[in-house]
């Protein structure tokens, strides 16, 4: 967790994703920028809508990015062209949320961890298949199971196996998109617990995506916090506890129940529910359902400012001066 | 405290071995499928169909061709045990023959709509867009002719005969596969393990090819099998009206055609060819819908 | 506190599937007390959900069967009840709250004319009388009395869920059943629709069973607690008791996976191994493959219920001084 001391391995900046649709233009991902550094686990919190897994789809070019830069490894992979962006995939790779659907169902288990080896032509028939079973050890599943196939196994096995293919390729960068949420408790802390050790071992970078701000906390050594397409809030897993700025941060906290019998919390009840994405209110995109509202955040959207060491808010209560320039 | 070690290689494979047999998707497709009676009866009669057809010189007791001005139209008897047609010809052998024709039809005519239908609602489902549009709305033209009457069209103009009979059915029914397998890819092509293998780097052809046409076979192989038997029955009606298959070639339709005339006075002439069809029919689309209930994911509890 | 509502004793129901006979639940036993809500406990196939079918004699059957056990709801049997005698129970005395209210709601019909459905299928009252009924239960759980013209699709999941709360609701039932209602919504919007049971349960004196996986939800809204493990229940307590002083080991490892909000864990202590096969449940103590507890007798004996304090059961073999407990 030494955060400050090593280079960026990822940087994103002014990220944009919109979709044309029925309703009209919407602004998934609007103008979001952050650095994840080498070695670190950067959290996105949010909730349904916000954003947070079109812009980890969007860093890997899983989306086109409709504006903005990634920058990894120096080298800005929105100009990549599509042979470029097969061989940055090698360095990046990507957990999904619902190991039930990402599994190709006709597949066994170790064609679905061989794949990668096929498609860049690695190894021969049988390196692939003993590192088929290296990763499998690896990720904790028994050999046994190398041809068993996805709908036998339960929800827990079959994401370390969307894990071991993610492991496949041996990247640096791997973007985990609500990788526990589909998971019992039980099952989900064992998880979460590989997780972490795969990146002591492996010395991997982390974007770790959920819902759920317990889990994001837990794992991560800063949080993001998004809301409409945008980042109200980043700063480190310590921080976000103990001191949320951004109203939304904080009622989202306040929200989440605690299991404990005398967790006493002010309690901050949000009014009405999240605006859509199509038509986002026009100054701060929280105005709509912020307790504190004031004229000012009406008319123009605050920028995300850093307001202490390591500790941006996009807010008019914590900085009134910061205007996010035109876009 | 657990050590690190503990928590770390939780094997869980080990702890709860897999005692089962693993079985690929299409095993367990199969294992349902022998359950169902209704469809394992329908299959035995495909295949009894089948092996006559490959085996007809075998099998049939008289060449197809052979006349007997002498026992025109004779009742079924020991030596004819279906009796024998308008030209005294064994109906017996000419049904047997006629499986051949018929199935040919079936599965060739069925083969052109598929892979024709298949890969341009494959590139339809999968890359939208105008293609998707080009292509369907050339589809909905064609759905707009009825298929019967398009399939008369291509014969008249094209003449009769197995091979013109089975492109003509074969293209009438191009629209019903393009449109399945269309539905099929869009939906498949939504799924995770798409994007997954598109994250791993996996180009279209493959995306397309490993995962999406694996997957999105099901409604494609139930609509083929209820296809065949349509096919046979589009062919049985174009050579009733004297547009398909040319004599002396037995065909069923064109043998119920030429027993109309004496549907009074020797009816089996008719009936003999109807009830073959009829058979084909039925069990084809017993089995069809046992492959529906079999490959139905939502029966898999 | 008073006295019982509903008294399920040795409950047993049975699925029929491809795989084999599965054992949904088994041997449980539960009460609950009027005015009070019971949290109901447990991940994937606990048999939370098929408890509460069974109350409502909704298992599916087939493949489901009640096999054997006895509910008792207000003194009487609700097993021993016909089926038209248990249509005027549901809905009236008893009724549900699903996880998707889409599902449960009709989505031709306007949200106003289904609460009124639900109000005139069980009050004798003219449709004038039901109408002003149902606009005053929408209002009663904080959606504007005009949106009652609105079909299920215009509404957040949030808002439908209030809808299936009111349709809930709407004949003043003595037993609620909430089958996770808020797993589906965002976190804030789970706050406001916690924060509306609560308000409508202390308002109406309403008794209820939530359904639920997550601790927290239970920890804020329940009086008493069930934790459910491979259909049987391993153990029950009043709420503070049961997050004070976990007794059953598998209840501890459930706390022990839970990634904390405001302490500083750098590792959860998960439970090991996966939930057992339904069709091939372990012999004795279903949760001793997975227990780090576990000794010899664990495999051969079912535990039985327990009492370490006043309200407080544990089935486990430690507290029954059978098996030693290791210091973790």
Not at chain 1, 199 to 226: E, G, N, W
Not at chain 2, 234 to 260: Q, Y
Not at chain 3, 23 to 49: I, Q, R, S
Request: proline letters at 6%; glycine letters at 8%; hydrophobic letters at 40%.
């Amino acid at each position: 967790m030494d955060q400050n001391t090593t280079t960026p391995l990822l940087e994103v900046r002014n990220l944009k994703k919109f979709f044309n649709t029925k309703q009209g233009l919407l602004k998934a991902v609007n103008n979001v920028s952050f650095e994840v550094k080498q070695g670190e686990t950067l959290g996105i919190v949010g909730e349904s809508g916000c954003g947070k897994s079109t812009t980890g789809r969007a860093i890997l070019r899983l989306v086109e990015p409709t504006a903005g830069e990634v920058i990894f490894e120096g080298e800005d992979i929105t100009a990549f062209r599509p042979d470029r962006v097969r061989a940055f995939r090698r360095d990046a790779q990507i957990i999904f949320q619902d190991p039930f659907a990402s599994l190709d169902p006709r597949m066994s288990i170790s064609e679905i961890i061989r794949e990668p080896f096929e498609i860049f032509k690695l190894y021969s028939r049988n390196e692939q298949l003993e590192r088929v079973q290296e990763l499998m050890k690896l990720v904790g599943l028994s050999t046994k199971l190398t041809n068993s196939f996805p709908h036998e196994l339960d929800g827990g096995r079959r994401q370390r196996v969307g894990v071991a293919r993610a492991l496949a390729l041996d990247p640096k960068f791997i973007v985990c998109d609500e990788p526990v949420s589909a998971l019992d408790v039980s099952i989900q802390a064992q998880i979460l617990n590989l997780i972490q050790d795969l990146q002591d071992r492996l010395k991997l970078t982390y974007v770790f995506i959920s819902h759920d701000l317990s889990v994001v906390r837990h794992i991560s050594d800063r949080v993001a916090v998004m809301y409409l397409g945008k980042i109200v809030e980043i700063t480190s897993y310590h921080n976000i506890f103990t001191n949320p700025q951004h109203p939304y941060t904080q009622a989202l906290l306040s929200a989440i129940p605690i299991p404990k019998v005398d967790a006493k919390r002010e309690r901050i009840i949000l009014e009405g529910d999240v605006p859509s994405p199509v038509n986002p209110p026009r100054g701060c995109i929280f105005s709509g359902r912020c307790p504190f509202v004031m004229d000012k955040c009406r008319e123009a959207p605050p920028a995300l400012t850093e307001t202490a060491d390591g500790h941006f808010v996009a807010c008019y209560l914590v900085n009134d001066t910061a205007e996010e320039p035109e876009s | 405290m657990k050590t690190e070690a503990d928590n770390m290689v939780a094997p869980t494979g080990e702890q709860a071995p897999n005692t089962r047999k693993s079985r690929s998707q299409w095993a367990e497709v199969w294992r349902r499928l022998r359950r169902n009676r209704m469809a394992m009866l329908g299959l035995v009669i495909i295949l009894i169909i089948f092996f006559t057809a490959i085996f007809a010189e075998v099998i049939a007791p008289y060449d197809y061709r052979t006349q007997n001005l002498m026992r025109v139209a004779d009742p079924p008897s020991r030596e004819h045990l279906l009796g024998t047609d308008d030209l005294g010809r064994d109906i017996l052998s000419r049904i047997i023959f006629g499986a051949r024709v018929s199935l040919q039809v079936g599965f060739v005519a069925v083969s052109i709509s598929l892979i024709v239908g298949g890969t341009l609602g494959a590139l339809a489902g999968y890359y939208g867009g105008n293609l998707d549009n080009v292509v369907m709305r050339f589809m909905d033209v064609l759905l707009a002719i009825p298929s019967i009457l398009l399939a008369i069209a291509i014969v008249s103009a094209f003449g009769g005969g197995l091979i013109n009979v089975m492109i003509a059915v074969g293209i009438a029914t191009i629209p019903v596969y393009a449109r399945i397998v269309k539905a099929s890819v869009i939906s498949i092509k939504e799924q995770e393990f798409v994007e997954a293998a598109r994250a791993v780097g996996a180009r279209d052809s493959r995306i397309i090819i490993k995962h999406i046409l694996p997957n999105s076979l099901a409604p494609i192989i139930v609509q083929g099998t209820l296809g065949v038997a349509i096919a046979i029955l589009s062919a049985a009606g174009l050579s009733f009206i004297g547009l398909g298959i040319e004599p002396p070639t037995p065909e069923w339709g064109a043998m119920l055609s030429s027993g109309r005339h004496l549907i009074r006075r020797a009816p089996h002439v008719a009936t003999f060819p109807g009830i073959a069809i009829m058979i084909t029919i039925f069990a084809l689309n017993l089995l069809g819908d046992g492959l529906r209930d079999a490959l139905d994911p939502r029966l898999k509890q | 506190m008073s006295e019982t509502l509903l008294d399920i004793r040795d409950l047993r129901v049975t699925y029929q599937t491809e795989e084999g006979l599965v054992l949904a639940v088994d041997n449980l036993n539960l009460t609950l007390k009027k005015g009070e809500t019971l949290g109901l406990v447990g991940e994937t196939g606990a048999g939370k959900t098929t408890t509460a079918l069974a109350v409502m004699q909704l298992v599916p059957n087939p493949p489901g069967t009640v096999e054997s056990g006895e509910i008792w709801f207000n003194g009487e049997n609700l097993l021993k009840k016909k089926n038209e005698e248990m249509r005027t129970v549901r809905g009236n005395q008893i009724s549900m709250i699903f996880q998707d209210p889409m599902t449960s709601l009709n989505p031709v019909l306007t949200v106003g004319f289904q609460i009124e459905e639900a109000v005139m299928l069980h009050q004798k009252l003219t449709s004038k009388q039901a109408e002003r009924q149902a606009r005053d239960m929408l209002k009663l759980v904080g959606i504007p009395e005009g949106r009652a013209g609105d079909y299920p699709h215009e509404f957040s999941g949030g808002m439908r869920q209030r809808v299936g709360i009111a349709i809930a609701l709407s004949c003043n039932p003595s037993l609620l059943i909430a089958d996770e209602p808020t797993t589906a919504l965002d976190v804030t919007i789970q706050a406001q629709v916690l924060d509306l049971m609560r308000r409508l349960r202390s308002e109406f004196g309403t008794s209820m069973i939530l359904i639920t996986h997550d601790l927290g939800v239970v920890a804020e809204v329940c009086d008493t607690v069930a934790i459910m493990y491979a259909g049987t229940v391993v153990e029950t307590s009043d709420t503070r008791r049961l997050f004070t002083e976990p007794r059953h080991p598998y209840t501890q490892g459930l706390f022990g996976s839970i990634p904390s909000l405001d302490e500083e864990v750098t590792r959860l202590s998960p439970i090991t191994g996966i939930m057992p096969d339904p069709t091939e449940l372990p012999s004795g103590c279903r949760f001793h493959p997975r227990c780090p507890m576990a000794a010899e007798i664990c495999s051969q004996r079912t535990p039985t219920m327990v009492p370490v304090e006043e309200g407080h059961n544990v089935h486990c073999m430690i507290y029954e001084g059978l098996v030693e407990a290791k210091k973790e």
